[in-house]
């Protein structure tokens, strides 16, 4: 059995930085492994870190990925590398277009959003 490193309540920056480091790495362990037990252990101990930390404002997800947009100086264009397409991207943010799963899947994970944040209900433009 091999030595997986020890985890605990996850207190700081650089702590969060090694933990999602350590799951991007092991993100696709096999269950039943132990590697994907501590998989399984980090993401309950980044979201915890994630929820106790980040004090999300209270906006609309279509507000809420702009924001991070702008924190991490990313343009439609960079979220449209991420989904594949432009249109889709532009619709969305301009709310002629509902966010699709699978976009709030890979956005929350581009722009370190939990999904909570990018599932409640907003109006689109009619």
């Known amino acids: 059995m091999s030595k997986t490193a020890q985890w605990f309540l996850i207190e700081t920056e650089q702590e969060y930085n090694d933990a999602v480091?350590?799951?991007?790495?092991?993100?696709?362990?096999?269950?039943?492994?132990?590697?994907?037990k501590e998989k399984l252990l980090?993401?309950?101990?980044?979201?915890?870190?994630?929820s106790n930390l980040w004090d999300l404002p209270q906006v609309d997800p279509i507000?809420?990925?702009?924001?991070?947009?702008?924190?991490?100086?990313?343009?439609?264009a960079d979220l449209a590398t991420i989904y594949g397409d432009k249109g889709t991207v532009s619709k969305v943010l301009h709310y002629k277009q509902?966010?699709?799963?699978?976009?709030i899947r890979k956005f929350s994970e581009l722009l370190r959003l939990p999904v909570?944040?990018?599932?409640?209900?907003?109006k689109i433009a009619e």
């Open 21 to 36: 480091a350590k799951y991007e790495e092991i993100k696709y362990a096999s269950p039943g492994t132990e590697a994907h």
């Open 42 to 50: 980090l993401v309950h101990l980044i979201e915890n870190y994630e």
């Open 63 to 76: 507000e809420m990925i702009k924001i991070r947009m702008d924190d991490f100086g990313y343009k439609a």
């Open 98 to 103: 509902a966010l699709s799963l699978n976009m």
């Open 116 to 122: 909570s944040a990018l599932i409640k209900e907003y």
